[in-house]
């Protein structure tokens, strides 16, 4: 076996197509090496390489360019305490090499907002039009649709970290205030800068908001509905699935989808073992 130092397999994986994972392997390989050191980014980045092979990617057909070939770049953490470790995260970010290479995404970045201490941290999918234009994730409606939910457990924005999986508006052509989702490969691109957010943060608990983050970041397939109501976890961080804030605005304010929302945020709140209210128990409880 040749001696070679571990191979941070994250610069690969998570942004090549598979074909050229598979060619990377063999070579490596060829060359005599045996073994290669995984870590939490990797598995995640493989993890969904394996289910995109299953599944063949929907999100990518709204992509409005062809994405060119994927580039790898490294995360590296420095500085003393969250504060400095952000901001060289978000240095980094502004110039994320494998994001920037796919050319579907806007100029102008939306980092995070909130307190690096909080014991929870939000994700979304990616900044929309009001969120480019007020450089903050969840400022819009459905960034008020969150506020009121952060209200009702008790919280304020502040005592959250809110943060987006891709830091860049996906791009459509003669773009105005429409937005599109992200693609997955806009959001495997930005998944390793995303895992050293939250090892920076540490929260308690992340909860995931919406099927499309839930894609990307735990790498999961299916409805909210079927993800949402159970643990799973993110480099050994509880996390929750739970439906997207805009979708309450989009559903005409069905009551089963606030009050699964909502159960969701509850179980957040007791495994936080924050104090909960008979009247916060009953919140969208149908009456009968
Ligand atoms: N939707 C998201 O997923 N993130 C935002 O920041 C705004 C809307």
């Known amino acids: 076996m040749v001696d070679s130092p571990p191979l941070r397999l994250y610069e690969y994986p998570v942004i090549r197509p598979v074909d050229s994972l598979i060619d990377f392997l063999q070579a ?3 060359r005599g090496r045996s073994h290669i050191f995984l870590d939490n980014s990797a598995r995640d980045g ?5 289910i995109r092979m299953r599944k063949p990617p929907a999100a990518a057909a709204s992509s409005p360019t062809q994405p060119a070939a994927p580039v790898s770049q490294d995360v ?49 999918e990616a900044p929309g039009y009001n969120e480019e234009k007020d450089g903050e994730p969840f400022v819009g409606p459905a960034g008020q649709k969150l506020n ?16 987006n999986l891709v830091k860049f508006r996906p791009s459509l052509p003669k773009q105005t205030t429409n937005n599109r989702k992200s693609s997955p490969e806009e959001m495997a691109a930005f998944l390793p800068l995303v895992m050293a957010e939250i090892s920076i943060i540490q929260p308690k608990l992340i909860i995931a908001l919406g099927g ?30 739970t439906y ?8 005409d304010g069905s009551n089963d989808v606030k009050r699964a929302l909502w159960e969701d945020m509850l179980a957040a709140m007791e495994k936080l073992g924050m104090p909960i209210s008979d009247k916060q128990r009953g919140f969208f409880l149908t009456k009968g």
């Open 46 to 50: 493989l993890r969904e390489l394996y």
């Open 244 to 251: 997207h804030p805009s979708y309450l605005l989009h559903s």
């Open 76 to 124: 590296v953490i420095t500085g003393n305490g969250k504060a400095e470790q952000l901001a060289g995260l978000r240095k980094q970010a502004e110039r994320w090499a494998p994001a920037m290479a796919l050319g579907t995404l806007r100029e102008k970045m939306v980092f995070a907002t909130g307190n690096p201490d909080a014991a929870i941290m939000l994700i979304g």
């Open 28 to 30: 490596e390989q060829a």
């Open 212 to 241: 499309i983050t839930a894609e990307g970041l735990l790498g999961l397939e299916g409805t909210v509905g079927d993800m949402r109501g159970k643990w799973h976890e993110v480099s050994g961080i509880p996390a929750r699935v």
């Open 148 to 163: 009121d939910i952060l209200k009702a457990m008790g919280l304020r924005r502040e005592d959250t970290y809110i943060s």
